[in-house]
């Protein structure tokens, strides 16, 4: 409805505009900052899940863990590996695969080794990108800006979100990495000269039926739209205002590209946490760890084991849709 | 988040009142006086070299509002308006924006009542996000749906 109708409606009275008072509230970047920080919680939260994702993938492949040993993780203080081999630890607590004194491999592929330092990356990334964002949420953009004590009016240049911008690519360029080692992890599960079980984990081997084979297209479109997402928008616009806005950082548009790597990474890490289930449900069942437990049920509460052929794309949206809502994240934090 | 996309109350501080009348003296002190002041007395971006008379001051805010309304593409959702009206509002309660205290409130009626602009994504670069908040900000000019 016109705006005009719904102030009434809401019986808000309106001012007169005094100097000033259009680039008072005109001249900030609340938009970029504001988008931001729904793209920063949601991508906190698919982080978590891709993580606990590469856990249970773990725990399905009967992985070597040691190098999340906290003794070998110590000797190389990388930002955030640290961190996240102590979650990864955490989410296996009390899993068989911690006690296995002959894990089935010596080495495992990279995929499922790196988890910690390269989805740790990524969470160090978010830490970074965050304290960007909060330091133009908690400051004042405005040009020019009122100094109350000093009583003067000056001109800024605190409009100027480059360091947003960069943050958020390198986010987005972390969150790429994190897909890659998950579409492989996935890939390797279902392949049996790697994971030992049915090919494409199929429940009933023989005849015709797929089983997640046609979900490996999916995933290989997810990984590479994200990706191609990834890519830097780069330094250059074109000169605005008669050349005298010659340059921008089109933060705006670089967090919504990092929303959209996030929204595809979320349907990711559910793709993942249901082929991981469906190779611990085929496994020999050993115990889970409390987290991938934890994990595990949160895949079995929306999704059901696959066993005849059915079409999965919902199963994944519907995943997606509550780790999206915090659930997974709920469930792991209790 | 909580604001958002839950819908939650905000509320503006007791001490934030007075530094927002401060400001705002500060910056009819300036408009009254004769120092070339960009945005109070002369126009904006290539316009910075364009004096803007006392009598011009007035209607310049609500052409400045409208004339960078010029977003165009999909509509941000919900959670989307209410995160840029809430930063927009935290930022002016600094009081480094002078803005006239009585729109603080505003906005924060707009977020309570969930009076929500429509505003279209394409059209800022990121060296203030004019379009869109210039879009979230016509019905203070008297334009725009919501």
Redesign the interface.
Same mark, same amino acid.
């Given at each position: 409805?016109?705006?005009?109708k719904?102030?009434h409606t809401?019986?808000?009275e309106?001012?007169?505009?005094?100097?000033?008072?259009?680039?008072?509230?005109?001249?900030?970047?609340?938009?970029?900052?504001?988008?931001g920080?729904?793209a920063l919680?949601d991508a906190g939260l698919v982080l978590q899940a891709q993580t606990a994702a590469g856990a249970l993938s773990l725990e399905a492949a009967g992985a070597n863990l040691s190098p999340t040993d906290p003794r070998v993780v110590a000797l190389r203080r990388a930002p955030g590996q640290v961190g996240a081999s102590r979650l990864i630890r955490s989410l296996m607590k009390g899993s068989d695969l911690l006690k296995a004194r002959h894990p089935r491999r010596v080495q495992d592929p990279l995929s499922f080794r790196c988890l910690a330092p390269v989805n740790g990356a990524a969470f160090d990334q978010l830490d970074r990108t965050e304290a960007a964002v909060l330091a133009d949420?908690?400051?004042?953009?405005?040009?020019?800006?009122?100094?109350?004590e000093d009583?003067?009016?000056m001109?800024t240049v605190n409009?100027?979100?480059t360091a947003v911008?960069l943050a958020f690519e390198s986010l987005g360029l972390a969150l790429s990495h994190t897909a890659a080692i998950a579409t492989f992890r996935i890939a390797k599960l279902m392949s049996p000269g790697f994971s030992g079980l049915p090919r494409f984990l199929t429940p009933k081997a023989a005849g015709a039926r797929t089983g997640f084979a046609t979900v490996q297209k999916t995933v290989s479109a997810l990984e590479a739209e994200i990706r191609h997402l990834a890519l830097p928008l780069g330094a250059m616009?074109a000169p605005?205002?008669?050349?005298?806005?010659d340059?921008?950082?089109?933060?705006?548009?670089?967090i919504?590209k990092t929303h959209e790597i996030v929204r595809r990474l979320a349907r990711l890490a559910a793709i993942e946490l249901v082929v991981a289930a469906q190779a611990v449900d085929l496994g020999d069942r050993r115990k889970l760890g409390r987290g991938t437990g934890q994990a595990f049920a949160f895949v079995r509460k929306h999704v059901a084991r696959l066993d005849e052929d059915r079409p999965t794309g919902p199963d994944f949206e519907r995943l997606a849709a509550a780790l999206l809502a915090g659930e997974l994240g709920a469930a792991l934090a209790a | 988040?909580a604001v958002?996309?839950a819908g939650a109350a905000v509320r503006i501080a007791p001490a934030v009142a007075p530094?927002l009348e401060?400001?705002r003296r500060?910056?009819?002190?300036?408009?009254s006086g004769d120092r070339a002041?960009?945005?109070?007395?002369t126009g904006?971006?290539?316009a910075?070299d364009t004096a803007l008379t006392q009598d011009e001051?007035?209607a310049?805010?609500?052409q400045?509002?409208m004339a960078?309304a010029v977003g165009v593409g999909s509509f941000?959702a919900t959670?989307?308006v209410?995160?840029?009206?809430?930063?927009?509002l935290?930022?002016?309660t600094?009081?480094?924006?002078?803005?006239?205290p009585?729109?603080a409130t505003?906005i924060r009626?707009?977020l309570d009542?969930?009076?929500h602009?429509r505003a279209r994504?394409i059209g800022?670069?990121?060296? !203030?996000?004019?379009s869109?908040? !210039?879009q979230l900000?016509?019905?203070?000019?008297?334009?725009?749906?919501?």
């Amino acid at each position: 409805m016109p705006a005009r109708k719904a102030l009434h409606t809401a019986n808000i009275e309106l001012p007169t505009l005094g100097p000033k008072d259009a680039i008072a509230l005109l001249n900030a970047n609340a938009y970029g900052i504001g988008t931001g920080a729904l793209a920063l919680h949601d991508a906190g939260l698919v982080l978590q899940a891709q993580t606990a994702a590469g856990a249970l993938s773990l725990e399905a492949a009967g992985a070597n863990l040691s190098p999340t040993d906290p003794r070998v993780v110590a000797l190389r203080r990388a930002p955030g590996q640290v961190g996240a081999s102590r979650l990864i630890r955490s989410l296996m607590k009390g899993s068989d695969l911690l006690k296995a004194r002959h894990p089935r491999r010596v080495q495992d592929p990279l995929s499922f080794r790196c988890l910690a330092p390269v989805n740790g990356a990524a969470f160090d990334q978010l830490d970074r990108t965050e304290a960007a964002v909060l330091a133009d949420l908690n400051g004042a953009g405005d040009s020019p800006a009122v100094l109350v004590e000093d009583e003067e009016l000056m001109s800024t240049v605190n409009f100027d979100t480059t360091a947003v911008s960069l943050a958020f690519e390198s986010l987005g360029l972390a969150l790429s990495h994190t897909a890659a080692i998950a579409t492989f992890r996935i890939a390797k599960l279902m392949s049996p000269g790697f994971s030992g079980l049915p090919r494409f984990l199929t429940p009933k081997a023989a005849g015709a039926r797929t089983g997640f084979a046609t979900v490996q297209k999916t995933v290989s479109a997810l990984e590479a739209e994200i990706r191609h997402l990834a890519l830097p928008l780069g330094a250059m616009t074109a000169p605005v205002a008669d050349g005298v806005e010659d340059y921008a950082p089109m933060t705006p548009r670089v967090i919504e590209k990092t929303h959209e790597i996030v929204r595809r990474l979320a349907r990711l890490a559910a793709i993942e946490l249901v082929v991981a289930a469906q190779a611990v449900d085929l496994g020999d069942r050993r115990k889970l760890g409390r987290g991938t437990g934890q994990a595990f049920a949160f895949v079995r509460k929306h999704v059901a084991r696959l066993d005849e052929d059915r079409p999965t794309g919902p199963d994944f949206e519907r995943l997606a849709a509550a780790l999206l809502a915090g659930e997974l994240g709920a469930a792991l934090a209790a | 988040m909580a604001v958002a996309r839950a819908g939650a109350a905000v509320r503006i501080a007791p001490a934030v009142a007075p530094r927002l009348e401060r400001a705002r003296r500060i910056v009819e002190h300036f408009a009254s006086g004769d120092r070339a002041v960009y945005g109070l007395n002369t126009g904006l971006g290539a316009a910075v070299d364009t004096a803007l008379t006392q009598d011009e001051i007035a209607a310049f805010q609500r052409q400045a509002v409208m004339a960078r309304a010029v977003g165009v593409g999909s509509f941000l959702a919900t959670d989307e308006v209410r995160a840029t009206l809430f930063v927009r509002l935290v930022g002016i309660t600094r009081g480094a924006s002078g803005l006239s205290p009585a729109f603080a409130t505003v906005i924060r009626d707009m977020l309570d009542k969930g009076l929500h602009p429509r505003a279209r994504r394409i059209g800022t670069l990121g060296e !203030a996000d004019l379009s869109p908040l !210039a879009q979230l900000f016509l019905p203070l000019v008297g334009q725009g749906e919501a």
